[in-house]
């Protein structure tokens, strides 16, 4: 027996060398014989401090997903990079005086030393930082396409200010009120933005999540946000003023009971309606107060309902009735119009103003016997054509009556705003554009990019972008006439540079293109994204919008960036999510150092399925540690008996413990095959190589060397996409070869097919979980599997066993108390 012990600090740097030196995880861009590629990506990190445990967990699962594809005879790209410009840098930098630059170096190094210590399979030969000149020219370029087309404009519009950061933000960055970065309370200003048109992609961001293999909450999220909706447009005029306002409603059935008429306090036309009528001042004060109130305060359904009369009215074009036109806050801008048709009887919100400023209520569908009431019933009160008609009815011929009238149509209603991307901010990409007062807005030719970021004194906001200060850099000629004319100083939101990068990963070298065209063609779509479900709105529709964009100026040959999305649940820590600001951020380092990355790795996978937030544990790290001692040292006394060889595979006729062992190797094999092709179910998949090294240790006197040998290089060949060191280091003990080299194991049916059952676990009579076992398991060996399982672990500690039922090839039950 060998004295040797599980040692990763020498393994682990010792395959990083190899791989490294080798440059192994490198793929070309040439096309190598006619075998399938996969581009596997995990999310770009944001390189600020130092990378936490979900970091680490993000790329174990990418890692697994990229070496499984290659054994499994896929051609793989497996890039990283840095997503690199944004506001925590620049805060440090106005905190410091530290150029941005400078830390955000500091950070990327982090990250490269820990992604290196962790033994990842990156093509480094493909890395890049979103805030290199090289890159963020293409940013720019792209930037340019797309004001070309008519995709990027710029507008006065009314934005969210934090007041902190001193920067707009864009409406998904605003959560219930308050800023995503710092949770100031924000402000709504008038200022000169820029925007993409994400909303001419609607429809199609819409539809085409059907070709997706995404998670289903996620498509739910995006349907949401994109929230389109149905119904009609109707024409509310104003005989006395002269102006018509459309509003849009899902219920036209209900207008017969339209009995005031609300537009929003940022409705242009507001302040000019009430002039003249006695309401002016009031409504003007109204206004602003509107403003400094959050949009979550506003749509809170809670909240007493306020509002000011305009002094006008408008004619409800279905039955020639003048309404009062109103003012008030529960009515936002960015729905539909800006103005709503008021039906108290059957919206709740309409019905709360209603009551509190004495408004009339008509109830015109039978829905109930209180109001306000939206349920489906017959229309009432309305006139004698629809009287009677069920209301879903009702609704189509009343659009129709409204179309023939020209008072109306169908229409589609979506809740998707375009894409504010200007920041008044130092650490972005500029904005390509030139301002000249002969031609106006006037992009940046090709060969003058990138327009490089000025050096500046002062990073801190004024509520002007700090670039407006670097005044060699703000006056050039225009590029059109010639003249003198100024440069745009505001800079991209950093989400525009993250939609694209997975894009630069295909020619990262390219210096005369983004991308090449034949290059793209081969590598994209990304065949297996994985990352936070935190980015399930924002990043991943704003990539798909410029995927389609870039595809429509025949840029790109794919219609959706990533064919398939994994969102890896949270690490928490003590039940509690990690923060710097609660200080449970917990870092990979001390654990890299003590248990080793293989650790690490495993243990983030195996605490749960990976899509589930997970609680972490230090007597879990443990437990993991010692199984792959137990692994390694099992390979070391195999080499030691049978020497390197080729791993045979079954004697000819294995029987009794040879015939048992090879069975639970194959076993594995089809179980490990099976959670990582089909469901990522990488803790079960650890678990059942667990199994399998628990069978070899029992068996290990029993059966010959060859069986032996086999079930060793097959658990090593197994764990290698979680624990690549020591899963490379055991298979060269036993065969001399470099695991990753050796095609993925199959599984041979005719062994599969003795009985394995399911035996339920359960504590207190409650099912905690369930295991595969051998028809035939011996009771104590079933009560021990169960003990080993985590989450029954986690149901007997701090309890005491008062009795184990074992009923063998059916339940295992612990009563404790
Ligand atoms: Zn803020
Ligand atoms: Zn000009």
Same mark, same amino acid.
């Given at each position: 027996m060998t004295e040797r012990r599980y040692d990763p600090q020498s393994i682990e740097p010792k395959w990083q060398d190899v791989w490294e030196r080798e440059r192994t995880w490198e793929v070309s861009n040439d096309e190598v014989g006619d075998a399938p590629k996969s581009y596997v990506l995990e999310?770009?990190?944001?390189?600020?401090g130092e990378p936490h445990m979900g970091h680490l967990k993000n790329y174990a699962v990418g890692d697994a997903v990229a070496h499984f594809h290659r054994r499994t005879g896929r051609r793989v790209l497996h890039p990283i990079g840095y997503d690199a410009f944004g506001l925590p840098a620049e805060n440090h930098a106005i905190r410091t005086g530290e150029h941005p630059r400078v830390s955000t170096a500091k950070s990327i190094e982090q990250f490269q030393r820990q992604f290196r210590s962790w033994g990842v399979?990156?093509?480094?030969?493909r890395e890049f930082g979103t805030h290199e000149p090289s890159y963020y020219r293409w940013t720019q370029w792209i930037f340019v396409k797309l004001f070309e087309r008519g995709l990027a404009y710029r507008k006065e519009a009314a934005v969210n200010w934090?007041?902190?950061?001193a920067t707009v933000l864009a409406n998904e960055q605003v959560i219930d009120g308050r800023?995503?970065?710092?949770g100031s309370l924000v402000e709504a200003r008038q200022l000169e933005q820029w925007f993409f048109r994400i909303t001419d992609y609607a429809d199609r961001l819409l539809d085409e999540l059907d070709s997706i293999e995404w998670p289903q909450h996620v498509k739910t999220m995006q349907r949401n946000w994109i929230g389109r909706s149905e119904g009609a447009e109707v024409t509310f005029s104003s005989p006395e003023i002269g102006v018509d306002y459309p509003v849009f409603t899902?219920?036209?059935?209900?207008?017969?009971?339209?009995t005031f008429f609300v537009m929003a306090p940022?409705?242009?036309?507001v302040l000019r309606l009430a002039e003249?009528?006695?309401?002016e001042q009031a409504v003007r004060d109204y206004v602003n107060k509107a403003q400094t109130e959050s949009s979550e305060e506003r749509r809170d359904a809670e909240r007493t309902k306020t509002g000011v009369p305009l002094g006008r009215f408008v004619v409800?074009?279905?039955?020639g009735e003048r309404i009062p036109m109103w003012v008030a806050d529960?009515?936002?801008?960015?729905?539909?119009?800006?103005a709503i048709m008021a039906v108290p009887a059957h919206d709740e919100r309409d019905f709360d103003f209603a009551q509190t400023f004495d408004l009339p209520i008509r109830k015109v569908?039978?829905?109930?016997?209180?109001?306000?009431c939206s349920a489906d019933g017959p229309l009432v009160n309305s006139h004698r054509d629809f009287d009677g008609l069920h209301n879903r009815e009702a609704l189509e011929r009343i659009v129709d009556w409204l179309d023939e009238q020209g008072k109306g149509h169908r229409s589609v209603n979506y809740r998707l705003r375009d894409w504010l991307l200007s920041r008044q901010r130092y650490w972005g990409a500029p904005i390509p554009i030139v301002h000249c007062p002969r031609c106006g807005l006037v992009p940046v030719p090709e060969a003058d990019l990138p327009v490089l970021l000025p050096e500046i004194a002062d990073y801190a906001p004024?509520?002007?972008?700090?670039?407006?200060?670097a005044e060699d850099w703000l006056n050039v000629p225009c590029p059109?006439?010639?003249?003198a004319a100024k440069r745009e100083t505001d800079t991209m939101d950093t989400f525009v540079d993250s939609s694209w990068y997975f894009l630069r990963?295909?020619?990262?070298?390219?210096?005369?293109?983004?991308?090449d065209t034949a290059v793209t063609r081969r590598?994209?779509?990304?065949d297996q994204y994985i990352g936070g479900v935190e980015h399930a709105i924002l990043h991943l529709m704003y990539a798909r919008f410029f995927v389609k964009a870039l595809a429509d100026m025949d840029l790109?040959?794919? &219609? %959706? =960036?990533?064919?398939a999305l994994f969102t890896q649940g949270m690490i928490t820590r003590d039940g509690a999510k990690m923060s710097k600001s609660k200080g449970n951020m917990i870092s990979p380092v001390p654990y890299v150092e003590r248990y080793g990355a293989d650790t690490a790795r495993c243990y983030t996978l195996f605490?749960?399925?990976?899509d589930h937030d997970a609680d972490w544990t230090d007597k879990g790290v443990e437990g993991v540690h010692r199984f792959l001692g137990r692994l390694w040292r099992l390979g070391a006394d195999v080499a030691e008996q049978?020497?390197? &060889? %080729? =791993?045979?595979?079954?004697?000819?006729e294995p029987e009794g413990p040879d015939l048992e062992l090879m069975r639970k190797a194959h076993w594995a094999i089809d179980k490990v095959t099976e959670d990582m092709a089909g469901r990522f179910a990488f803790n079960t998949a650890i678990a059942a190589v667990m199994e399998l090294v628990n069978e070899a240790y029992r068996q290990r006197d029993a059966v010959h060397p060859a069986t032996l040998h086999f079930a060793t290089a097959t658990a090593a060949s197994l764990i290698f996409p979680f624990a690549p060191h020591a899963g490379s280091d055991v298979y060269e003990m036993l065969t001399g070869d470099r695991v990753w080299e050796e095609p993925w194991p199959a599984a041979d049916l005719g062994l599969l097919e003795r009985d394995t059952v399911e035996v339920v676990l359960q504590v207190n009579g409650k099912l905690r979980d369930r295991i595969q076992v051998?028809?035939?398991?011996?009771r104590e060996e079933l009560e021990q599997t169960a003990r080993d399982r985590p989450r029954i672990q986690a149901h007997l500690?701090?309890?005491?066993?008062?009795k184990v039922v074992v009923v063998p090839a059916r339940l295992v039950n612990f009563v404790v108390r």
């Open positions: 999310m770009l990190p944001y390189p600020s399979s990156f093509d480094w030969s934090c007041p902190v950061d800023c995503e970065r710092c899902t219920r036209p059935d209900t207008l017969f009971g339209a940022e409705h242009p036309d003249g009528t006695g309401h409800n074009p279905v039955n529960y009515v936002l801008m960015e729905y539909g119009t800006g569908i039978d829905c109930g016997e209180e109001l306000p004024k509520g002007r972008s700090p670039l407006a200060s059109r006439c010639g003249g990963y295909t020619d990262s070298g390219n210096d005369s293109a983004p991308w590598w994209m779509p990304v790109l040959d794919v &219609q %959706e =960036p990533f064919k605490i749960g399925p990976p049978t020497g390197q &060889q %080729e =791993p045979l595979g079954p004697l000819d051998p028809a035939n398991a011996p500690n701090g309890h005491e066993v008062v």
